[in-house]
């Protein structure tokens, strides 16, 4: 014969594991939000301060391997 409490340990079990599963969803419900607008402020901080600097790495760059083609196709070529 079972403990007539038996019975109310297994719910009393299952409402923590309820609870326990609803506050972890809540917790996920707040934290992707924080997570995402926290990494779009980073994004739009680099894109405002730092951006420029890469860019112009880059368009140094591309100047620069443009020149070495020029330099490879001779005086005579226009493009």
Sequence with gaps: MTHPLASQVVITRAATAH???SAFAALIWWA??????????????WT??????FQNETNRSVDKFNLFQQTLRGPDSEH
């Design 19 to 21: 609870a326990t599963s």
């Design 32 to 45: 992707v939000p924080v997570v995402l607008v926290s990494v779009a402020i980073g994004y739009v901080v």
């Design 48 to 53: 405002s301060k730092y951006k420029d600097k």
